[in-house]
């Protein structure tokens, strides 16, 4: 199974992920390709570390990576809504998205960094969590996505 | 129905019962039964769909106000 992930918000990637682990656990292999918005999932919980000129580096200051810094796509709430919402889900034992997230490397799920919008957005590849081992391109990811059954654009 | 090992998963939620039962179903040697109680809905269906994708056997469910104990055999 293969996984576009394009959103940048808490709630989408949250149910990305929750979708990657049950695949992992169905035996399944799963490629997960992290792209535009999406690159904020899997950023560390920082700026970029060589902002390369100045629209980069305001961008970096707009756009903060990490999964720690994401809000809901809806009733954000200046920030109050998405706190409530990570309320709820330690009051339900739900696991984080960070533990999510370990939980799907833990399980063999492939995680891809688009270059193209790493590029862009004046990343490198430091930005980025442990958990990503590889930085391709479309190419890569269809040629995974082309054998796989399931894909999905998140 | 008897069981060589029991999983409690009650008050978690989908996907943890079954990223669980995979973990858990790995330590059993094969022939055994694992029993998994979950109060999750979803599992009616999750754990038959999981049986079914990675080849374990599905032995059956017992419901008990709102608690569910589903039994899964390791055959691989």
Sequence with gaps: MTLVVFSGELDKALATFNIANAAAAMGMEVTMFFTFWGLNVVRKNRGLSKPKDFMRRMLGWMNPGGAATLKLSKLNMMGIGTRMMKGLMKQERMPSLQELISMAAAQGVHFIACTTSINMMGLTEEDFIPEVKEFAGAAAFLGEARQGHVNLFI | ?76
């Design chain 2, 1 to 76: 129905m008897q069981a060589d090992a029991t999983l409690d998963c009650l008050g978690l939620y989908c996907p943890m019962p079954i990223v669980q039962t995979a973990q858990r179903i790995k330590e059993l040697p094969v022939g055994e039964v694992l029993e998994v109680l979950s109060d999750d809905r979803g599992i009616e269906k999750d754990m038959p769909a999981w049986c079914q994708a990675t080849g374990q056997e599905y032995l059956g469910l017992e419901k008990n106000a709102g608690e569910y104990r589903v039994y899964v055999r390791r055959k691989k």
